[in-house]
């Protein structure tokens, strides 16, 4: 137990079952938004797989999702916590549908080209991956929070290598992106777990449910990030 977790029960006087029991209520609510979002997405891909016209005009957006995936990842988090529940709903499934809108003409893409079995593997691996650092980040009594400077500055570094490619097109760079980006998100999970529990540890928790939906918000980011990075790497593998 951490000192902070000392201090938050000693002056709320809470028992150590409540206090556990509260936070896995707290993690439960986290972790059905999230996979709420990724059923929401498969559904999505699915769709583009079985309507052309709509694959098509997806398509057709290039970067437009992507600057609004970028967007909503900067503003949403102020919407959720400063705004109504409503608008904490509101701005987490709007994320989810632009993640929607990204990566479901991709996954459609891949099972057109008999990828099917691709598309498989990469849910598979990206769950037991995203189960493993998670599970890391909710039990280590290390403090990962230093670790949140380095991981911003490498997800920058690694967006502008995913724009300059963009133009590029080089196979072999997309490959290095994608391993590069698999290692960096397993990171970013465990440290996003650490700090979503940290949440429910500051009283964030039970002083403001919202904090369930922000827990979602970022480690679904990092889901289908992972997700699509794998199903790009078991392709290029393929090939």
């Not at 701005?91 to 990566?103: H, S």
């Not at 949440?199 to 449910?209: D, P």
């Amino acid at each position: 137990m951490s000192e902070t977790e000392r201090l938050y029960r000693r002056n709320q006087g809470t028992t150590d079952v409540a206090f556990d029991e509260g936070l896995r209520r707290y993690m439960l609510g986290v972790y059905n938004y999230m996979s709420m979002g990724v059923a929401v997405t498969a559904l999505v891909g699915l769709f583009f797989m079985t309507n052309r016209a709509a694959f098509e005009f997806a398509s057709g957006l290039s970067f437009i999702p992507f600057i609004g995936v970028l967007a909503l990842g900067f503003f949403a988090p102020k919407m959720i916590f400063n705004g109504s529940t409503a608008m904490a709903h509101g701005a987490y499934w709007a994320y989810v549908g632009l993640w929607g809108l990204l990566i479901g003409p991709v996954v459609a893409a891949y099972a057109g080209a008999g990828l099917g079995l691709e598309i498989v593997k990469a849910f598979f691996i990206t769950v037991s991956i995203f189960a493993a650092t998670s599970i890391y980040g909710y039990t280590t009594k290390k403090d990962l929070a230093p670790w949140g400077k380095f991981l911003f500055m490498a997800s920058i570094g690694f967006l502008v290598a995913i724009v300059v490619n963009f133009f590029l097109q080089s196979e072999m760079f997309s490959y290095l992106i994608s391993m590069g980006v698999v290692l960096l998100v397993s990171a970013i999970t465990a440290y996003e777990t650490q700090m979503v529990r940290n949440l429910y540890v500051a009283g964030a928790g039970e002083a403001n449910q919202r904090a369930s939906i922000f827990g979602a918000f970022a480690l679904y980011g990092s889901f289908v990030t992972l997700f699509i990075h794998i199903l790009n790497l078991l392709g290029m593998t393929r090939d």
